[in-house]
């Protein structure tokens, strides 16, 4: 079992920053590959960054390419999502995720097996 609590979240200008925090807790936080999603009322969850076990490999959605980047702390059991030049669009429910090491990096949500509660981006306009 993996533990997972988000943080960090909040309201901000469009053109701002915020910088999510997911703080893993239980086994071994280097064993898993971990990943951002988000989901904006009546919408589908959608896949936002995903970093691998190392931290040597990441991947992006496109419509956060340039202005998100992940990272991990593995010392630390933390991932982070930096965001910047914050978006109305890039509002929603943040929630990070954690996958078993596997041979590729997944982006897909229903590969992910532990999930935090999410936290609360909102981007005024």
């Known amino acids: 079992q993996v533990q997972l609590v988000e943080s960090g979240g909040g309201l901000v200008q469009a053109g701002g920053s915020l910088r999510l925090s997911c703080a893993a807790s239980?086994?071994?936080?280097?064993?898993?590959?971990m990943a951002w999603f988000r989901q904006a009322p009546g919408k589908e969850r959608e896949f936002v960054a995903a970093i691998s076990w190392s931290g040597g490999s990441t991947r992006y959605a496109d419509s956060v390419k340039g202005r998100f980047t992940i990272s991990r702390d593995n010392a630390e059991n933390t991932v982070y999502l930096q965001m910047s030049s914050l978006k109305p669009e890039d509002t929603a429910v943040y929630s990070c995720?954690?996958?078993?090491?596997?041979?590729?990096?997944?982006?897909?949500?229903?590969?992910?097996?532990?999930w935090g509660q999410g936290t609360q981006v909102t981007v005024s306009s």
């Open positions: 995720a954690a996958r078993p090491r596997s041979l590729y990096l997944s982006t897909s949500w229903h590969e992910f097996d532990y």
């Open positions: 239980g086994r071994t936080f280097s064993a898993y590959s």
